[in-house]
């Protein structure tokens, strides 16, 4: 027996999936907000239709009833912005028409629309009685005239929206480039920052080894590993899009004990962090310029040193939390270091404070007596969201401050950094 050739062909499942990969399809709020537009469209053609329809019956042609006026003037009305209307919407949606198509589509639908709106006048009215009446040359130019006014109207309605909606687009556009360019200052201010800290920084700690070299082999040996593991630290600190308060407190008691290495007995320092406020989530290396001008502008100068006292604590305001971060020196005070300014990096965190949280961030510069300098700064603080994943061991506060984008090229380069180190 011959078999019979089957022709149920199988189709793989995956080309079959991916041939409707790409299909979206609108959700129904959208399907009902496109309804609603268009319902809102034909109803004011509608109005404007029996006001034409009015005009006709009682000014233009009051030999005619309303009723007649009134059924050729929604027939051919509703026909031209069906067929200019519809293509409009398929073809360029909210935005602008084409300038050299639309005119044509607008000719098409005069020239198609009058026609076949007479035609459906006269269908609807011979349905209700009356009589089917001739096609007179004067009617269809009377009709062909209003037309074309409507057309025009129409014309220039959609044009001036279609404009409008290209510009709201367009403003929203900037808007959004305006906030990326922002996020990108501040990221460009925090390299600008560690860049501006790190060479200074870098040049007294070394020339503090090479003093040390031939007189105490020890102490240079244990300032090389103290600074090795601040650098460490600093690298993949400063790549961060932000950190908690307790690794900031602990690269801040890495940087102060290199530093007491320097200085010895002329540097104490004391850093107070509770358990509770630990994991609260703020911008990286906001606290550190303030720490590196307590010790450059206020313990450096000073023949006999000092104290600098760094801490971190929730306070309630009519605003809301804030988390209060202070760094106290009992150094020289203001304008007895020798320098000019007000401090090495204070002018970024200024910055760097007003962008991150919008001015709802404050930051305070004040003289302590006897002498020294207090540095306070106050954070805004947002409960934790599903939206907002924090640390595993996070309480519900978190600063609230905008996170600056990494470009993809950022993101590769950081990348690499990282793969080198």
């Not at 305001?317 to 007000?342: A, H, I, M, Q």
């Amino acid at each position: 027996m011959r078999e019979t050739p089957s022709f149920n062909a199988e189709v793989p499942s995956g080309k079959i999936a991916g041939m409707f990969a790409n299909v979206s399809f609108p959700s129904l709020a959208e399907c009902l907000r496109l309804v609603r537009r268009w319902v809102i469209r034909y109803a004011v053609i509608i109005v404007i239709n029996t006001l034409i329809a009015a005009v006709l019956a009682f000014g233009i042609r009051p030999e005619e009833s309303f009723w007649k006026s009134f059924v050729f003037s929604q027939a051919i009305g509703l026909s031209m912005f069906s067929l200019i209307g519809i293509p409009r919407h398929v073809f360029w949606g909210d935005g602008p028409p084409n300038k050299k198509l639309f005119p044509w589509i607008v000719v098409g639908a005069v020239v198609i629309g009058v026609p076949l709106g007479q035609w459906i006048a006269r269908t609807i009215l011979c349905l209700n009685g009356s009589t089917a009446e001739p096609w007179r040359a004067d009617s269809l130019r009377m009709s062909f005239i209003i037309a074309m006014l409507a057309a025009l109207g129409a014309t220039y309605y959609y044009w001036s929206r279609g404009k409008l909606a290209a510009l709201e687009r367009r403003a929203a556009l900037d808007a959004l480039d305006r906030e990326e360019a922002e996020k990108q200052v501040v990221r460009a201010q925090l390299m600008a920052l560690q860049a501006q800290i790190e060479p200074h920084f870098l040049f007294n700690v070394l020339a503090h080894v090479d003093a040390l070299i031939a007189k105490d082999p020890g102490g240079a040996r244990r300032l090389l590993q103290h600074l090795i593991g601040f650098l460490r630290a600093s690298l993949s600190h400063a790549r961060a899009e932000q950190c908690t308060l307790a690794q900031e407190f602990a690269l801040l008691r890495a940087y102060l004990d290199i530093q007491a290495l320097r200085f010895g007995n002329r540097l104490r320092f004391s850093l107070a962090l509770d358990d509770a406020i630990a994991n609260i989530v703020i911008p990286p290396m906001l606290i550190q310029p303030l720490v590196e001008n307590a010790v450059v502008h206020g313990i450096e100068p000073a023949r006999e040193g000092g104290e600098i006292a760094l801490s971190a604590r929730l306070v309630t305001r009519d605003e809301g939390e804030r988390l209060v971060l202070e760094v106290r020196d009992t150094g020289v005070g203001f304008g007895n270091d020798g320098s000019k300014g007000s401090g090495l990096g204070l002018t970024h965190v200024r910055e760097r404070l007003s962008r991150l949280f919008d001015g709802d961030a404050r930051l305070t510069i004040t003289e302590t007596v006897p002498h020294g300098v207090t540095i306070i700064v106050e954070l805004p603080l947002a409960r934790e969201t599903a939206d907002t994943p924090a640390h595993a061991d996070a309480p519900e506060w978190r600063c609230r401050f905008s996170q600056p984008s990494r470009s993809p090229a950022n993101s590769a380069l950081s990348s690499r950094a990282s793969a080198g180190t």
